[in-house]
Nanobody, 115 residues
Framework: QVQLVESGGGLVQPGKSLRLSCAAS????????MSWYRQAPGKERELVAT????????NYADSVKGRFTISRDNAKNTVYLQMNSLKPEDTAVYYC????????WGQGTQVTVSS
């Protein structure tokens, strides 16, 4: 069955870095657009970053441009989110998403940015 398993979240101080990973299985990973979303308490889920299946072109939310980098390793069926210069407003549950004709979601990983 389809599985997306996120890891790498945690508590980090402002200005520090974290790298999230999402391990995929049960579908042809290389054919899917992969994205990271996040949802903060009391807010709607928002798109953070997307990487296309072919060519690897990327898009980012304005709030994370220049700080976050999305990448994928099709040989490992894994997508990453490198998060640098973290801010308290980056605190949220981060979700991995796979999209082609259907949407698949992971269970989420908590990122808390606090001193």
């Amino acid at each position: 069955q389809v599985q997306l398993v996120e890891s790498g979240g945690g508590l980090v101080q402002p200005g520090k870095s974290l790298r999230l990973s999402c391990a995929a299985s049960g579908f042809i990973f290389s054919g899917y657009v992969m994205s990271w979303y996040r949802q903060a308490p009391g807010k709607e889920r928002e798109l953070v970053a997307t990487i296309r299946s072919a060519g690897g072109s990327t898009n980012y939310a304005d709030s994370v441009k220049g700080r976050f980098t999305i990448s994928r390793d099709n040989a490992k069926n894994t997508v990453y989110l490198q998060m640098n210069s973290l801010k308290p407003e980056d605190t949220a549950v981060y979700y991995c998403n796979a999209f082609r004709t259907l949407d698949y979601w992971g269970q989420g990983t908590q990122v808390t940015v606090s001193s």
